[in-house]
């Protein structure tokens, strides 16, 4: 379905409801959506994400009113087509890891440091286990405790981790 024709309201109502059992304290998974556009090549699916960070951010009606003023919000895209391919040294890590080692580049490396992904990743290698996605997110929450954080995190061709 092209673009214009979806609904981002709903896709927003499911983050808000995230945001709400976040709030309440909740750890069960039932209570947590991951949104989820799949189809065929070229109907929108990456510009629906896109799209929809972009509302996200710019008209913040969504925002619960205890973050109002102590908010950061970021956009994470990770396309494990183009510009985060799989390659040998990733068939021995999981999924968390995967995930997490690129999220801690985004987050840590990649705007405050000449280096390519995979130098970073060479680097860390032996200590590759602790980067798993919340570890990653408890060392982001570390650099700012008491400042609120939303992360849209945007993940195309997923199922290229196996």
Known sequence: MPFMERDTDKAITRIIRNIENHLKGS???????????????????????????????NNQNWVPSEWKNNLHIGGL???????????????????????????AFAFF???????????FRRLIWEYRDI???PDVFDSIY???PNQHLFVFLHIDEFQLID
């Open 109 to 119: 490396i990649e705007r405050k440091y000449r280096m390519k992904f995979v130098t």
């Open 131 to 133: 980067f798993t996605i």
């Open 27 to 57: 750890n069960s998974k039932t209570d947590y959506d991951i949104l989820v556009s799949g189809g065929a090549p070229g109907i929108g699916k990456t510009r629906y994400g896109v799209e929809l960070f972009k509302q996200l951010e």
């Open 77 to 103: 895209y990770l396309d494990f087509s183009n510009g985060c391919q799989l390659d040998s040294y990733d068939d021995e890590l999981t999924p968390t890891v995967i995930i997490g080692l690129q999220i």
């Open 142 to 144: 570390d650099l700012q």
